[in-house]
């Protein structure tokens, strides 16, 4: 109840705030002041003022910036303002401004606003480079008190809710989506230096297809057609590769109705890209320099904090089988993984499977979820997949049962999905259909027959790898967030 209370105390005592600065703004308007001014020309950051000072040889610049903190007593004061580059202190006087400018500034000026300054930049006694304002301008009023930091779950939901708060008063948070943009440039440059062409394909998917997820549908009018947000771009690019764009990638959205979690949301980026002429083993060494690379660019280290753990991309990543992360990660031993014991190893480890007719190579990944996965904190390549659970690969050549495929975990998460891309229309076909009669059954994830992909590879994709690399938790890992709701700007949240 006490806590109750305190936040009504809180929201009264915000709304009335509010009635005050509107009423300061009609104040303003009345005195032809207006609060919401038109642009004035800023030739400098803040950052730059501090970068470019030195001693006895101040210069003059014009600034703006929100008004974060604010120390005005007698005839002068301090505020400080915060533009895109950082924060800096401004030293405002009665006797250089003019009386009546200063007057209407402690009058009008309140936390939030954003103010446009000219002056010079000095040293005051404490050693803080400051700008000496000779003049001001009030360029938009703030209506709203700017909120304390953040604390709790009340005020966690108003950073998700309200980013724009967050932002303003978090340099933490600004820095990590600084990063987050930092991080797709370098996979975009990557990637673009090794003759990569980037490209934009279909949102609105006739057919989901790409991925194992359960699809959003829509209705488009006009077509009188349903249509399905993506769920990956896959079948799309590799349609042009099937064209001659042999080298192709995007970095976009996908969109999975599925849950909520610290590593999942329902509308999230991926980089996936295409090569012919090479397959899934070139892939998995062309991804370690890509992360060996982002780490050291991003980090400045390939040693890099996640939670309590040190992830190291400096060392090899390991390649294991599903068996053999089991083995590594947990007291299972080799006889437990036999095919006659499988069955009563899952029974001892609490694992259900939802098909009931499950292979042996489903069962055995379905064991290494439980007691291997989380455990993949540095980075490791699990191959060996079983074909029935990868639908759009090519069969490895050596063992026709599995996948010449790979998933890269690093911190227990899936980073990245990869392998050979199934060129033989027959073979995709039959899949197809299986993955039809799944659905059928009652698997939502499964994909549907897609005509028009099977006959685009009737004219002939060459061999290629493709690889999906998640691009939310990947910043999760770079930036040491462990929410993905904390990397991405306006994630998905029920409706109050």
């Known amino acids: 109840m006490d806590s109750f209370r305190k936040q009504e105390n809180n929201n009264q005592s ?5 009635e005050i600065r509107v009423e300061k703004a009609r104040s303003m308007e009345k005195a032809g002041i207006s609060p919401w001014a038109e ?43 915060q533009d895109r580059s950082g924060r800096l202190q401004v030293y405002i006087r009665e006797d250089v401004i003019g009386a009546e400018s200063f007057n209407q500034f402690i009058e009008y000026i309140d936390l939030g606003d954003i103010v446009w300054f000219a002056g010079a930049s000095f040293k005051t006694k404490t050693g803080e480079i400051t700008l000496r304002a000779t003049g001001w301008q009030l360029l938009t009023k703030c209506l709203h008190p700017l909120p304390e930091k953040f604390h709790g779950i009340a005020d966690i939901e108003t950073k998700y809710r309200q980013r724009y708060l967050d932002l303003m008063t978090s340099p933490e948070t600004r820095e990590r989506f600084i990063k987050r943009s930092a991080i797709i440039k370098e996979i975009r440059s990557y990637l673009d230096k090794n003759d990569f062409c980037e490209v934009e394909t279909p949102m609105l998917h006739p057919i989901p297809g790409g991925a194992a997820a359960r699809p959003f549908i829509t209705h488009h009018n006009a077509l009188d057609s349903d249509f399905y947000l993506r769920i990956a771009p896959e079948l799309y690019l590799k349609r042009l590769v099937v064209g001659g764009i042999e080298r192709v990638y995007e970095i976009n959205r996908n969109f999975r109705n ?54 190291d991309f400096s060392k090899p990543f390991d390649r294991l089988n599903a068996q053999q ?3 590594k990660y947990s007291a299972i031993r080799q006889d437990d993984l036999e095919e006659k014991n499988i069955d009563k190893t899952l029974a001892a480890h609490k694992v259900t499977l939802a098909n009931p007719h499950a292979s042996y190579g489903q069962k055995i990944f379905a064991l290494f979820e439980e007691v291997a996965e989380s455990k993949l904190i540095n980075p490791t390549y699990i191959i060996d997949f079983p074909v029935e659970t990868s639908p759009l690969a090519k069969r490895d050549p050596k063992n026709p049962k ?51 992909y099977i006959t685009a590879l009737e004219y002939g994709l060459p061999p290629t790898v493709g690889v999906g690399i998640g691009v939310d938790r990947l910043v999760m890992l770079l930036t040491n967030t462990t929410s993905i709701k904390e990397v991405i700007l306006f994630p998905a949240l029920k409706r109050k």
Do not use: W
Request: hydrophobic content about 40%; proline content about 1%.
């Open 14 to 18: 915000a709304h009335s705030e509010y």
């Open 258 to 311: 599925e849950g909520v979690s610290t590593r999942h949301n329902p509308e999230f980026t991926m980089v996936e890209f295409y090569m012919a002429h090479e397959e899934y083993q070139f892939a998995m060494s062309f991804i370690e320099n890509l992360m060996r690379s982002m780490a050291l660019k991003i980090c400045g280290t390939q040693q890099v904090t996640f939670g309590d753990h040190t992830l």
């Open 402 to 452: 599995i996948a010449a495929r790979f998933e890269l975990f690093i911190a227990g998460m899936e980073i990245a999905n990869g392998f050979n891309e199934l060129n033989d229309p027959f073979d995709q076909a039959e899949r197809f259909k299986e993955q039809v009669k799944a659905h059928e059954a009652g698997d939502a994830e499964a994909m549907h027959y897609d005509a028009d």
């Open 325 to 327: 992360a089991i083995m």
């Open 39 to 81: 642009m004035r020309q800023v030739d400098t950051t803040c950052k730059q003022v501090i970068e470019e000072f030195t001693e006895g040889n101040e210069k003059s610049y014009r600034v703006a910036g929100r008004v974060m903190t604010s120390r005005m007593q007698g005839k002068a004061g301090f505020v400080t303002i």
